[in-house]
């Protein structure tokens, strides 16, 4: 495939960058040859229901019951998203996965209430769709939040919900970041139907708001004591304009890399939770297919497929 006709099968999406860094393999899977995942984890679609409920809580629910609402949260990713022809792949089962993330959501969320700046803050934009164009190329995607908070300064910020909670200099290179604030400064954020304006706001913080910071400690443990918040959950950075200049750099460098057709396999830590598994590892000429079949009824034994 030509570098050309490489580009004209991508979007050039916050997501596509994000899963080109995971993987290339998966980037070609996902974006080029445009195969869909066999399967979605339920634990992605608990992320989705989180981000659904943080909107809601600072669109007039401040006040909302978690226990109801969480399973309606989940429920609109299950069966009302593009995906929702592609089976969900629960832990134990539909039921009791979903009572386990009820639980959880609640601990986010009454912590995240807890919080008077989250109260105090005044939200700028949430949820909002951006374009910007870097080097000749539009990229496009969705900010979770832009913030004024109660002190006057501004924050642009991500919610994570994975198992790891990233440390500040995972965050200070997060390329999603660095593009939110590069469209913050640069871009045009959609208002409306056909509405664009350009914010011009250079962030005094770009920061990941980690939401399982929130859950509460179960147990004495030497990080903190049974019934404290696990930890602290703003991951606070600044960007200056030469750090969003740098960040064009490295775009450039990912592009000419991106665009180039010599896909290889990752194998890291994401093939672990890679939905495209069965069907990289059955490409796999070091993996002869009674190995990978075998490996695949392990898996299915498991219920990990
Ligand atoms: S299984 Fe691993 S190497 Fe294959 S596409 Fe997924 S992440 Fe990449």
């Known amino acids: 495939m030509t570098k050309s006709e490489i580009r004209s099968r991508i979007q050039l999406r916050q997501s596509s960058l994000k899963d080109y860094l995971l993987c290339p393999k998966l980037f070609e899977y996902r974006h080029l040859k ?93 949820e909002v769709e951006f374009r910007v164009t870097i080097l000749s190329e539009t990229f496009t995607g969705t900010i979770d939040g832009l913030r004024e908070l109660p002190d006057g300064k501004i924050e642009l910020f991500d919610y994570k919900s994975n198992a790891i909670r990233p440390n500040v200099h995972a965050v200070a290179a997060d390329i999603q970041l660095n593009l939110y604030s590069y469209a913050a400064m640069w871009g045009e954020f959609k208002v409306g139907v056909d509405e664009w304006i350009k914010p011009h706001i250079l962030p005094d913080y770009s920061s990941i708001y980690y939401l399982p910071a929130h859950k509460i400690r179960k147990r004495n443990s030497p990080q903190g004591e049974k019934g404290q918040e696990m930890s602290y959950p703003l991951i606070r950075t600044s960007k200056s304009i030469e750090d969003l200049r740098a960040f064009r750099k490295e775009v450039s460098n990912i592009l000419k890399s991106l665009l180039k057709p010599w896909y290889f396999k990752n194998n890291s830590h994401a093939c672990v939770f890679c939905q495209y598994t069965d069907l990289c590892q059955s490409q796999n000429p070091l993996v002869t297919d009674r190995i990978a079949s075998r490996a695949n009824d392990l898996l299915n034994e498991l219920n990990m497929t």
């Open 34 to 126: 445009g195969i869909e995942a066999k399967t979605r984890s339920a634990k992605t679609l608990n992320g989705s229901a989180l981000h659904l409920l943080m909107f809601w809580l600072h669109h007039g629910e401040w006040d909302m019951d978690v226990e109801n609402m969480y399973p309606k949260a989940f429920a609109h990713y299950e069966y009302s998203s593009d995906e929702s022809h592609i089976p969900v792949r629960f832990t134990k089962d539909r039921e009791t996965d979903i009572k386990a993330f009820t639980a959880t959501a609640t601990e986010i969320v009454d912590g995240y209430r807890r919080r008077p700046e989250n109260k105090l803050s005044r939200m700028l934009y949430q």
